[in-house]
């Protein structure tokens, strides 16, 4: 996609935020064991640290032709 090759710096913004959002939320989790609310935040958590690996992953994506 080329408007996160054109966009760098707004790339590496979000994926630093998203990357720092889900790794809070997994590490609180976690905290609340044996809750269903800590289960929840930790599956909210890797969804994040998923997409920024996703957003990382979108320049390098061959084009659909």
Do not use: Q
Not at 15 to 38: H, P, S
């Amino acid at each position: 996609m080329r408007f996160w090759r054109e966009h760098g710096k707004l790339r590496i913004i979000i994926m630093i935020v998203f990357f720092g959002a889900g790794l809070a939320m997994v590490i609180g989790g976690w905290k609340l064991t044996g809750k269903i609310t800590g289960l929840g935040i930790m599956i909210l958590g890797l969804v994040f640290l998923l997409s920024a690996l996703m957003i990382y992953n979108k320049p390098f994506e061959d084009p659909k032709r």
